[in-house]
């Protein structure tokens, strides 16, 4: 009966919480952080208390026989005890809970996605892996995000963090150009997105992207992640894979490339990230940003490049078994 | 792993930094400026947390020029310090910013001064003074060979002595550094000091 209107109440809560209006939160830290007047111990008790209220009471769900005498509960547990369950994880104490579904996605931007300026614009390339700790749950994942027809933004970290803040960049971008008429650059729409996570810094949002486009200025090319950077560059490669991406890309890297050989460096570099780093494969999407906008260039298969670029060589046998002569 | 590094000399004072923007074993980039010019005659030498040094020093800068927009006349090197130390002390017991910072400026009058101002709120002004791994070799060489009243020849040629030890010793060393100054002329990059240099674009 209790556990009932404590569930009901915290359903209560679900409806007002809306997505549609968003506004970025000043630099605060969460209301119950306690202030610096009270003393250690005092503080520890508070901590305690709290972490206490957080638990749910569980003492309705407790078995049948637990009321009873342990000596009679030996020998009727089997024959009288009632049907009992575990509670699912993380119902006993959910600040801990919360604590350690953090931990897990902390296991590292697992992806590989670079992109860089040349003479003819801007290259972005990514692979589409998507994984879970070992478990590989998607071989195709669009990284490349298309936030606007010029410019274009990659996805490491959270997908879902990823996803919808791109959106929410587009949707930025295009409010500029109604309120300005005028496009904005790719300095100012970085500059957007790193101030709305540099604002949500600590509170857990995943997040290292390159956002790549063109611009008045010509090409752009900038690196924000959710610790709050921003970076202006020619190169950069994101995630797991990257250090295996920068050793192709630095080395075939020239200013004056043409757009296939670009194509052909980061479908390159990609592909041997993705040999190397588990966490990385599935399909190279590579694009084009020129003065017009972003072009798709190609997406192909890791494993079918694997074979294009070292294709099978027949191998010389050692030794051949023969028959053995009759006797 | 940054190295900020400053020292003042006769009518001028220097700021140096390492210019490598590095996350956990990847250098992202070896020229990254993070020697701010303030205004017109101040120089903000940062390092710390990205996300904090860029959006702190801008936050400074842009109060600075509103100062100026205000009231007319620019801010004293003095007033800039506590300002920022104030900042800092503020935030400091409820989302501190990690960022070091050596504030450089030309006062007329004044001349030249250096602050020393401490992710905690610390604010010394010093003649010189450095942060970051680097100061561990920087900071007693520094000692020994720095005199007042230095010409630009002889601090310019302490600053190189200091960077030559820094990638003699210091385990990662950054490749590359800025110097900039400020003196009655304002504040202007005066070298970069590279090691590394990648194919630039000729378009960006």
Redesign the interface.
């Known amino acids: 009966m209790l556990l009932l209107v404590f569930g009901l109440s915290f359903l209560s809560f679900f409806p007002s919480l809306s997505l549609s209006q968003h506004f970025a939160p000043t630099r605060t830290k969460p209301h119950h952080r306690i202030s610096v007047s009270l003393n250690l111990k005092q503080r520890k008790q508070r901590e305690e208390k709290r972490r206490m209220m957080m638990k749910l009471d569980t003492s309705g769900l407790e078995s049948f026989s637990a009321a009873v005498p342990s000596a009679m509960a030996a020998a009727e547990d089997q024959l009288f005890a009632p049907p009992s369950f575990d509670l699912p994880a993380g119902c006993a104490d959910f600040d801990k809970f919360q604590m350690e579904a953090k931990q897990t996605l902390k296991h590292a931007k697992g992806t590989t996605t670079l992109a860089f300026i040349f003479n003819q614009g801007v290259i972005v390339a990514a692979d589409s892996r998507a994984s879970m700790g070992g478990y590989i749950s998607s071989q195709s994942v669009k990284k490349i995000i298309e936030i606007n027809p010029y410019m274009l933004g990659t996805m490491a970290g959270g997908a879902a963090d990823c996803q919808f803040w791109h959106r929410n960049l587009g949707i930025k971008c295009r409010l500029h150009e109604l309120a300005n008429k005028r496009r904005i650059s790719v300095t100012g729409a970085s500059k957007l997105l790193a101030n709305i996570l540099y604002s949500y810094r600590g509170m857990g949002l995943s997040i290292g992207t390159m956002i790549a486009g063109w611009d008045e200025k010509g090409p752009g090319l900038y690196y924000v992640d959710s610790e709050g950077g921003r970076l202006k560059g020619n190169r950069f490669s994101v995630g797991s894979g990257s250090p295996y991406a920068y050793g192709v890309l630095d080395n075939g890297y020239r200013p004056d490339m043409t757009v296939e050989e670009a194509h052909e460096l980061a479908r390159r570099a990609i592909y041997h990230a993705t040999f190397r780093d588990g966490a990385s494969g599935g399909v190279v999407s590579v694009y084009h940003v020129g003065p017009n906008g972003w072009k798709k260039l190609s997406g192909d298969d890791v494993s079918e490049l694997h074979y294009k670029y070292y294709p099978v060589q027949p191998t010389p046998v050692e030794h051949e078994m023969v028959d053995a002569p009759p006797a | 792993m940054e190295c900020v590094f400053g020292l003042v000399g006769k009518g001028f004072a220097i700021v140096a930094a390492d210019t490598s923007?590095v996350?956990s074993?990847?250098v992202?980039?070896s020229n990254?400026d993070k020697v701010m010019v303030l205004d017109s005659h101040k120089l903000l030498g940062a390092s710390g947390?990205?996300?904090?040094r860029?959006?702190f020093t801008e936050y400074i800068q842009k109060n600075v020029h509103l100062y100026q927009f205000r009231n007319g006349i620019p801010l004293t090197t003095a007033a800039t310090a506590n300002f920022t130390r104030g900042e800092l002390a503020t935030a400091l017991?409820?989302?501190p910013y990690s960022v070091n910072i050596l504030l450089a400026g030309y006062d007329k009058g004044v001349g030249p001064s250096m602050y020393y101002i401490d992710y905690i709120a610390t604010m010394h002004k010093i003649e010189k003074g450095a942060f970051g791994y680097g100061s561990y070799f920087c900071l007693s060489m520094m000692d020994r060979l720095y005199h007042p009243d230095m010409s630009i020849e002889e601090a310019i040629d302490l600053i190189d002595k200091c960077i030559i030890e820094i990638r003699t010793r210091l385990v990662v060393a950054p490749p590359n550094f800025v110097i900039k100054i400020v003196d009655q002329d304002g504040a202007r990059e005066y070298a970069w000091r590279e090691s590394i240099k990648?194919?630039?674009?000729?378009?960006?």
């Open positions: 923007a996350n074993i990847l992202h980039k990254e947390e990205p996300g904090d860029v959006q017991r409820k989302n990648s194919p630039d674009v000729s378009m960006a």
